[in-house]
């Protein structure tokens, strides 16, 4: 396995946890629920909307250029900010 970091980043991480626990392995055995390539990850609020994702290595992916202050601007332009 290799890990490859870009840097600057502008980005942050969204950490989100559940309420059950998985009690079966998904792949290899003592591995828990690990995602595969090719899953599709999605989270969503009423008011923020949907946040989806295809599971893929950080590498394959296309540069984010969306950072904290884009995000900040588009939130605020659409008065979703306190």
């Known amino acids: 396995?290799?890990?490859?970091?870009?840097?600057?980043?502008?980005?942050?991480m969204v950490f989100l946890g559940t309420l059950?626990?998985?009690?079966q392995d998904r792949g290899e055995a003592g591995q828990g629920l690990t995602h595969h390539w090719g899953d599709v990850v999605t989270i969503s609020d009423p008011l923020l909307g949907e946040l989806r994702n295809?599971?893929?290595?950080?590498?394959?992916?296309?540069?984010?250029?969306f950072g904290t202050r884009k995000l900040m601007q588009n939130l605020s332009a659409r008065r979703l900010l306190p």
Not at 20 to 23: A, D, E, G, M, R
Not at 57 to 65: E, V
């Open 1 to 12: 396995m290799s890990f490859t970091l870009s840097l600057p980043s502008d980005g942050f």
């Open 20 to 23: 059950f626990t998985p009690v």
């Open 54 to 65: 295809t599971v893929r290595p950080s590498d394959a992916c296309p540069r984010c250029n």
